[in-house]
């Protein structure tokens, strides 16, 4: 049987991984500076993570939802201390699609209301109204295109006023990445964060913070949307949550009230995700990952600004984005197929780095150095250019 051929494959066979290294089938070692598209949060098979889901597995790695599951309780409570957000409520799921349709649902459960906004070069996943609210025609199916979704300018915050004057009382959420990450590392502002609180409040909507990518300590705080000093109604969680397990999920504020069977899934909530996701937070904490985030994001920030050659250094913590001008714009490529470093990209021409939120200053500083000597190998003229130059100014 074939696989459905949906992946532009990397020609690499990755065989074996340790915190920030991965390593081919022959052996040669990559810098992984793209945590396997943002979910690699602690690093590659950390032994704490390895054991409890190892010692998991020994007792008892799923049952449904049918009966009680306290390490679900055990990963709550951890969470809510982690975040900050002890009195939220949580609903656990498989993946970034996942919770943000739960998320979507819930916000129209609770507001009776049908209208989302959400915003352009936005990212929420690929299942039916997680794609809808994806500003990406070609992976809405016709099926996905509803009316519900209106799309706003990103970090607009006139449009999105003149939105809510005719339209506020149809809104049943606003969803919002408080820093896009396929779409290329947007940083949504403070005021454009809280305009969004505010016109919720007003118009009885919910504010839906996607921390999907930007979320679980990568930004430098829990949540991305902490750095405006306002709450969402319901957080959206996965990528980083199980450091490659399959885990997601969503923070659900007080006030918005559960009833039996409103939601429900599974596989969610399995014993051996809450496992590796309890192992994941208990590392975060004990090794302080959040302000290491912080502290190596505003080093390689500082670093890549004095750069030649990139343009547009931005993002917060370790979640960093930069345009790569037309005369290097295979640098991606050259930096994983012949400086064997993995780092992410959004299309057009921006390479994302998203590292593991423990990544060394060593590894910082030899990914430094060598995206210098890449930048520096494409720029340099070829032999014969070399050449012809020199007979142009000879004659
Ligand atoms: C912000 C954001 N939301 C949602 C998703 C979808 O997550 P998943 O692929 O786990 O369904 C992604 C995936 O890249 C994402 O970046």
Redesign the pocket.
């Given at each position: 049987m074939k696989l459905f051929d949906v992946y532009p494959l990397n020609d690499v066979t990755i065989t074996k991984a340790q915190g920030s290294y991965v390593w081919d089938e022959n052996g040669v070692q990559y810098l992984d500076l793209y945590g396997g598209?943002?979910v690699i949060s602690i690093g590659h098979t950390h032994p704490h993570w390895v054991k409890r889901i190892e010692d998991q597995l020994e007792k008892i790695a799923f049952y449904s939802n049918s009966v009680r599951i306290p390490i679900q309780q055990s990963l709550a409570d951890k969470l809510g201390s982690l975040s900050g957000k002890d009195n939220y409520q949580l609903f656990l799921v498989n993946?970034?699609?996942?919770a943000?349709e739960n998320a979507l649902k819930l916000a129209s459960f609770h507001t009776g209301k049908k209208k989302i906004v959400a915003f352009n070069k936005a990212?929420?996943?690929?299942t039916s109204l997680?794609v809808a609210a994806t500003d990406n025609k070609n992976i809405v199916a016709p099926v996905n295109e509803t009316s519900n979704i209106d799309f706003l300018p990103f970090n607009d915050e006139a449009a999105l006023k003149e939105y809510f004057q005719t339209n506020g009382n149809k809104v049943a959420a606003v969803i919002v990445?408080a820093i896009q990450?396929?779409g290329g590392i947007n940083v949504a502002s403070e005021s454009f964060l809280k305009l969004i609180r505010n016109l919720c409040d007003a118009n009885d909507a919910l504010f839906i913070a996607?921390e999907?990518?930007?979320g679980y300590g990568r930004s430098g705080k829990f949540f991305a949307l902490d750095y405006a000093g306002v709450n969402a109604d319901i957080y959206?969680m996965?990528?980083g949550m199980g450091n490659g397990f399959p885990v997601?999920g969503i923070l659900i504020a007080p006030y918005i009230q559960p009833k039996h069977g409103l939601l429900g899934t599974t596989f969610g909530g399995n014993h051996l995700a809450c496992a590796a996701a309890l192992a994941v937070l208990e590392v975060i904490e004990k090794d302080n990952l959040i302000e290491m985030s912080k502290q190596r994001g505003m080093y390689l920030i500082n670093k890549l600004k004095s750069f030649d050659g990139i343009e547009n250094v931005r993002g917060k913590g370790l979640m960093i984005g930069f345009d790569v001008p037309e005369d290097i714009k295979d640098l991606r490529k050259k930096l994983l197929m012949d400086y064997f470093i993995f780092t992410g990209e959004a299309k057009p021409n921006v390479i994302r780095l998203l590292p593991a939120l423990n990544i060394t200053r060593k590894q910082v500083d030899e990914f430094l150095d060598t995206l210098n000597e890449a930048i520096e190998e494409m720029k340099a003229p070829a032999p014969n250019e070399e050449k012809e130059e020199a007979l142009i100014n000879e004659n």
């Open positions: 598209h943002a993946s970034g699609a996942e943000n990212f929420h996943g690929r997680a990445e990450g396929v996607d999907v990518q930007c959206t996965a990528k997601g």
